[in-house]
């Protein structure tokens, strides 16, 4: 049973636009939830994470959006770069310390 | 501070080998996470340990088997592999509780033919 179901499986973007990326979790006692991007060759690497107490957290051009009752968060990526092309991933964790991750969204920034 | 340090970083075997891959986490980080990674399946748990114990555990079969050892350094083993188990295999580590990130490892590409 996958619990962080994310989605697009793949994403095509123009260069400057938005990219976003959506997560949805059935648990409630998830209370932390992060952010990977992975390029080729890398492990994953952490990008922005959130609390659900914060509806949106902001760093540089990425953007996390939480909804707490839906039990969905989102991923914007602003003014989309070719540098940006890559895997990303959302999480979604509790106190016991075990990461449950999404399937992966395949970015792809076309200049 | 130094990264997640996986060795090696590729490894071929054959059908019916065993196979040992080891991390070194981030100093300070005392639990170690392990992921298998295919194309299509993203990032599946393995198992984790902490101060030398196993906490969690993944749906994995027995043939995986993992070990943390008192510097916090683990090694993951597979036996008897299968054509399978081909895979990038990455280990994490955290200070675990709170806000703690994972923090990966650039993994093992490990090929079974």
């Known amino acids: 049973q996958q619990q962080v179901k994310q989605s697009p499986q793949s994403l095509i973007v123009q260069k400057g636009g938005i990219s976003i990326i959506n997560c949805a979790y059935e648990n409630t006692a998830f209370d932390y939830f992060p952010w990977y991007q992975q390029f080729p060759g890398k492990g994953p690497a952490l990008l922005i994470a959130i609390r659900p107490d914060v509806s949106e957290k902001k760093e540089g051009r990425f953007t996390i959006s939480f909804n707490k009752s839906a039990k969905q968060f989102s991923l914007h990526i602003m003014d989309s770069q070719p540098g940006d092309s890559a895997t990303y991933f959302c999480?979604?964790?509790?106190?016991?310390?075990?990461?449950?991750f999404g399937t992966g969204t395949s970015l792809t920034v076309i200049p | 501070k130094a990264g997640v340090t996986q060795t090696p970083r590729y490894l071929i075997k054959t059908r019916g080998q065993q196979v040992t891959l080891s991390c070194s986490p981030i100093s300070g980080h005392r639990s170690v996470s392990w992921y298998q990674q295919t194309p299509g399946q993203g990032l599946q748990f393995l198992f984790e340990y902490f101060s030398e114990t196993q906490r969690n555990k993944g749906n994995f079969p027995g043939r995986f088997s993992g070990r943390q050892f008192s510097n916090s350094r683990s090694e993951m083993n597979v036996s008897t592999l299968e054509l399978g188990d081909s895979a990038l295999y990455l280990c994490?580590?955290?200070?675990?509780?709170?806000?703690?990130?994972?923090?990966f490892g650039n993994g093992t590409r490990l090929t079974v033919t």
């Open positions: 999480a979604a964790t509790n106190t016991g310390n075990q990461f449950y």
């Open positions: 994490a580590s955290n200070i675990a509780g709170g806000d703690s990130p994972l923090h």
